[in-house]
């Protein structure tokens, strides 16, 4: 037996050993970590003066920026996240933000901002040039509080590290849980993951994700992460029907009301080309074969320069004599006349010449008695973008304070034209007009029709996911393309409808209806010259019509009298229901 007493004693002591050593292990398995994470790191924190921000529930990559103790963001945050609206001038130093009666004016780098009421004082600076995030240099940076006078959003700021959470929504009847014992958030669900920030009992947290037994969790102050289920009450009595929709960030903010002169009828357009003086005295030719139009728009104005100057053939007699035939007559201005000339960027990108530019066009246009302006700006470059629909939210303003009708024409959408920003300008513009035609061109790679159906149905339909129907026009063409093929060379011709029927009867070309483009097609080949029409006539008018009406769009519009046959207009007469 005592022999034995060692063996047993040391068969004991290897069972306590592995039991110690099991035990250890469990211990350590199932032990809370007590390592805490790196916050700037979880925040993605590099300098003191950054500042991290929570957008509703969630972290986003842009950062704010701490100046002299305030809160900026820089201005693709504020356009990305609070509102597109604010404009930059980098020439003139200058951040603006167009109303429906006035532009709020910063000048970058001061404490204050005009209106037409005055200046106010915020105190400490409204916009300021600094670092961006990369280290470069001539970022622009608008102070929060200034941001939240044009947006709707609410935020309150944490230190250690700097954050924001920023509401843009605010959210109600959130799902919550009480914490009931004191715990730990951890950056991800498991004992072992490293803790963000303490809870104590009674406090509470927003539930954004319930699990087994862990559930993502917003903390008071901005931390996202996990906390057990057993050490907090989860939903606090509610349930899915108690969750209502999220609703205004900031109750006080009132969106401002853009106004809009849109006429409680149809619109009836046709473009009048005044090519001089003379040409003023045409305006009885160019609409005695017309029927129901009720707006006339000549081209009396061109850009000249890339000041703001402009030409005018503008004639009070021309306005007082459309007046009497029941037309408007909405005056046309164009940056193409004089092409050389002008720089569209160069002009569009300096506050003061947008000014100069608007002012004397819209005190010429009064001069003569006008009831509009109808803005043709084409090949807007993508960098001019924002300085063209900056220039017709300004030009917005001038004409609502005098009562005049504002209307822009555009190309058929396409990716590259959305820098011309039609949601935009549907804000501002009382109407937006589809140049529909142009899908084949002088100088295109191949043969077609000038506005197939498909082409027209599809400018129209994307167009009115932008504009609210009842702002848009769409154009049409009174012109045929003839094309000629002679080997590898192709040219075209524009002519008007009577035109294009005499050549289709001089060389005995026979036509068809063309289903696919809604129009009479014809071809021939003669002395090895192919030619090809598709032709524009009141049957294709009637099918661009067809769907017009099935949009329910604001009106029609023409390019240009002149190139109709009559039996045209009892066709639009039929849209218009008259």
């Keep these: 037996m005592k022999k034995l007493i060692p063996v047993i004693t040391a068969i004991v002591l290897i069972v306590v050993v592995v039991a110690i050593s099991a035990g250890a292990k469990l211990a350590e398995k199932y032990s809370y970590s007590k390592e805490r994470a790196d916050l700037e790191e979880y925040f993605d924190i590099d300098r003191e003066d950054e500042a991290a921000i929570v957008l509703q529930d969630e972290r986003v990559e842009e950062k704010a920026k701490l100046i002299g103790g305030k809160y900026y963001f820089d201005m693709t945050t504020v356009q990305k996240y609070f509102n597109s609206r604010f404009y930059e001038d980098e020439k003139e130093r200058l951040l603006l933000y167009t109303l429906p009666e006035d532009t709020v004016r910063v000048e970058i780098g001061s404490s204050s901002y005009t209106t037409k009421d005055g200046a106010s004082d915020l105190g400490y ?21 200034y941001v939240k006078l044009f947006a709707d959003f609410s935020y309150e700021t944490f230190t250690e590290p700097n954050r924001m959470q920023v509401y843009t929504e605010k959210p109600a009847g959130r799902r919550e849980g009480r914490i009931v014992k004191k715990t730990a958030v951890r950056y991800q669900g498991g004992v072992k993951s490293p803790i963000l920030t303490d809870l104590e009992e009674g406090d509470t947290v927003i539930i954004l994700e319930e699990m087994e037994n862990w559930s993502k969790v917003k903390t008071a102050d901005a931390f996202i992460g996990y906390v057990e289920n057993k050490r907090m009450d989860v939903g606090i009595g509610m349930t899915e029907e108690d969750i209502q929709p999220q609703t205004a960030a900031n109750p006080e903010f009132m969106n401002p009301e853009y106004t ?15 090519a001089g003086p003379a040409g003023n005295d045409t305006l ?3 609409v005695e074969n017309t029927k129901g139009v009720n707006v006339i728009s000549p081209t009396w104005f061109a850009l000249t320069d890339s000041e703001g100057n402009f030409s005018s053939f503008a004639s009070s007699d021309y306005v007082n004599r459309a007046h009497d035939m029941g037309m408007e007559v909405w005056g046309l201005i164009d940056n193409f006349t004089n092409r050389d000339a002008v720089d569209t960027y160069e002009l569009l990108s300096y506050t003061s010449k947008r000014a100069y530019l608007i002012e004397n066009l819209v005190n010429t246009v009064l001069e003569y008695g006008m009831d509009g302006i109808n803005v043709d700006f084409e090949s807007i470059s993508q960098d001019a973008g924002p300085h063209f629909v900056q220039f017709i939210r300004e030009l917005s303003v001038a004409c609502r304070k005098n009562g005049l009708v504002l209307s822009v024409d555009n190309y058929v959408p396409t990716g590259d ?18 140049m529909g035609y142009d899908e084949h061109y002088g100088g295109s790679s191949e043969a077609g029709s000038v506005a197939s159906i498909g082409f027209v149905e599809s400018g129209i339909k994307r167009t009115v996911e932008q504009v609210p129907a009842e702002k848009v026009i769409n154009a049409l063409p009174f012109y045929t393309r003839i094309w000629k093929s002679e080997g590898a060379d192709l040219t075209s011709e524009a002519v008007g409808m009577e035109m294009a029927e005499q050549f289709v009867a ?29 032709l524009e006539d009141e049957h294709s008018i009637e099918a661009k019509l067809g769907i017009m009406q099935k949009y329910n769009i604001g009106g029609v519009a023409a390019w240009r009298l002149g190139f109709e046959k009559p039996s045209v207009w009892d066709v639009i007469g039929d849209y218009l229901g008259q």
Excluded: M
């Design 284 to 286: 009885i030719s160019a």
């Design 125 to 145: 600076p409204v916009a300021a040039y600094g670092a961006g995030a990369d280290g470069s240099s001539e970022v622009l940076y608008i102070a929060a509080d």
């Design 506 to 534: 001089n060389h005995n070309i026979e036509t068809r209806w063309d289903e696919t483009a809604c129009q009479n097609y014809g071809e021939t080949t003669e002395g090895g010259v192919f030619y090809q029409v598709w």
């Design 417 to 434: 034209t959305n820098h011309y920003d039609r949601a935009e300008q549907g804000v501002f513009a009382d109407y937006v007009i589809i």
């Design 260 to 274: 809009s002169l849109t006429r409680d009828h149809k619109i009836n357009l046709g473009w009048h080309v005044v």
